[in-house]
């Protein structure tokens, strides 16, 4: 029997407002707010350290998922290249370490950013605040020119937060205008012109300014908590007091963490701002918001890791394990937990573009097949197991004789990490004074990991530690069960069981192959004359600017 042409059309209807009320959360590309800090350390946030003032992060952690195994490098460039490219550092030449404004590095054409995937590909608008820090040397490989609508920020590193310089110089640009947004009052340190509030300013008008019809990707990089120590004195006031910590040589340290804790907080506000702004304009609804530290905590400028060893710049824990969640009001299908599955900066790039509706592309998409991340959208939306087994630390720079290579693999339920190299000089777990709390990461213990902490215990007997410093390495070469030694006390590198025998061989192999994958750092040297001044600007230049000057 023909149904009537009415009931057709109600019938059609009603489907169409099922598919939205029901799966709508699940097909249409949710806006992406990708926020970065710098220099976070473990305990420099409130949901792990009650002593910091982030009643707004603390919500959203605690409503999200906390990522407990969140790695990145030990410096900020290296990150911030995985977090754009979705690829290990040593395979694009940003392994070395942060690009000095001398230095012509910058990530190459043939690399696509999550910025012009998600644009060109997916139909986003895509606006970046904040830090750059990967290369300017010529206006082709800045930020609107690698797939951003809009850029409001600055393109080196460790700007004032008032006068918007950077070694002696300005630093800051609207698109690619470079303007001089610093506060009429500085020295005094005050909210006007504070450039956390600032980045915070132009947030919420693009996000009030935003066309709802098409899906929002926002890169809000906050150069906060990283030096130099400023924040407005009224946040300062919040914590009064001095704080002290025992150096690597057991000398008593005082640092100026009431700074560092303000800064933090005025992160925390601006994200506040940010979120309610989104809520008023009905953003929030379809929304993910990613939170990430580009590294470790620096202890003399305020930064803590505990109960990690080591600080930024160090391949310790403390280092390359940072502060992260996610949030969403209605894709998480569980939330309020800690996750402890692994993680890598590098994975964030094709975790955006599957929620942007192209996990088939992961697998097809000339651009998308040889990145190193793995979409990790199952691990954070359905509290599924991740997606990797194994992280690449570095592979620092096979022509120097100094050079690092590192390794983090899971096997069964225990993780591993092996260094070969400097792993870093700051090797004690560094305690700030009135920063006492520790939360343990050891987790009730399966047999292979009975088995592993049995060994630990023998080590325990058969080496007293001084001043509680790791074991010295073997030839510099490390191997630490971090599953069930978090604080990496025990090197374990040339025990004699089988098992860590095998496990020893095992990611000493993987490093090996990985080295024969590694490309030439981008940034071997210093421009002797790279012509990068205009008016009193760090500036690029048209065509190839400076790109190809001479050491």
Request: hydrophobic content about 30%; charged content about 20%; overall charge negative.
């Amino acid at each position: 029997m023909d149904l009537p042409k009415w009931l057709i059309l109600w019938l059609f209807a009603v489907c169409q407002i099922t598919i939205q009320l029901g799966l709508g959360a699940a097909i249409q590309k949710p806006n992406i707010i990708f926020i970065a800090v710098d220099d976070m350390g473990n305990n420099d946030i409130g949901y792990n350290n009650p002593e910091v003032d982030t009643p707004n992060l603390d919500y959203l952690a605690k409503n999200g998922v906390i990522l407990e195994s969140n790695y990145v490098y030990p410096v900020c460039s290296p990150s911030r290249a995985a977090f754009m490219t979705g690829r290990y550092a040593h395979k694009i030449g940003f392994q070395r370490g942060p690009v000095e404004h001398k230095q012509p590095a910058y990530i190459e054409s043939n690399y696509k950013t999550v910025a012009e995937k998600l644009t060109t590909n997916y139909g986003y608008a895509a606006h970046m605040i904040g830090k750059w820090h990967l290369g300017y040397c010529k206006d082709a490989v800045t930020p609107t020119n690698r797939g951003f609508d809009s850029f409001y920020g600055f393109y080196g590193g460790q700007e004032n937060y008032y006068t918007y310089t950077s070694a002696r110089y300005k630093d800051f640009r609207d698109n690619l205008t470079a303007v001089t947004p610093q506060n009429p009052n500085y020295p005094r340190e005050d909210v006007d012109g504070y450039s956390t509030f600032e980045y915070k300013k132009r947030a919420i008008e693009i996000v009030g300014n935003h066309d709802k019809s098409v899906p929002l990707f926002l890169y809000l990089a906050f150069q906060a908590p990283h030096s130099p120590l400023q924040a407005p004195q009224e946040l300062k006031d919040k914590y009064p007091g001095d704080w002290t910590y025992t150096d690597l040589d057991g000398s008593t340290k005082t640092t100026s963490r009431a700074t560092f804790y303000a800064m933090v907080t005025a992160v925390d506000q601006a994200v506040g701002e940010v979120y309610t702004e989104m809520e008023t304009q009905g953003l929030l609804d379809n929304a993910i918001i990613v939170f990430t530290s580009d590294n470790g905590g620096q202890p003399s400028q305020g930064g803590f890791n505990n109960p990690y060893r080591g600080a930024k710049g160090t391949f310790y824990e403390g280092g390359v394990r940072v502060p992260g969640f996610v949030y969403s009001k209605n894709l998480l299908t569980q939330s309020g937990y800690r996750h402890q599955g692994l993680l890598h900066a590098s994975d964030w790039l094709p975790t955006f573009i599957s929620l942007a509706g192209g996990s088939a592309d992961l697998t097809t998409d000339i651009d998308l097949t040889s990145i190193d991340g793995v979409d990790q959208t199952q691990m954070l939306l359905n509290n599924g197991e991740s997606a990797r087994s194994k992280l690449i630390l570095n592979i620092y720079d096979l022509e120097r004789p100094s050079t690092i290579y590192g390794i983090v693999k899971q096997y069964g339920p225990e993780v591993w990490k092996y260094v070969q190299g400097d792993i870093g000089r700051r090797g004690i777990v560094y305690t700030a004074s009135k920063s006492s709390r520790k939360r343990s990461n050891i987790q009730r213990l399966g047999r292979a990991e009975e088995r592993t902490q049995r060994t630990i215990n023998r080590k325990r007997t058969q080496k007293a530690l001084t001043r509680e410093h790791t074991q010295r390495a073997i030839n510099d070469k490390y191997l630490f069960a971090i599953s069930v030694d978090a604080s990496e006390t025990y090197n374990l590198y040339g025990d004699s069981a089988s098992e860590i025998q095998a496990i020893q061989a095992d990611l000493e192999a993987e490093i090996e192959a990985e080295k024969l994958v590694a490309v030439p750092p981008m940034n071997p040297y210093d421009c002797s004359n790279p012509n990068n001044l205009l008016d009193g600007f760090w500036s690029a230049g048209p065509g190839e600017g400076w790109c190809g000057c001479s050491p």
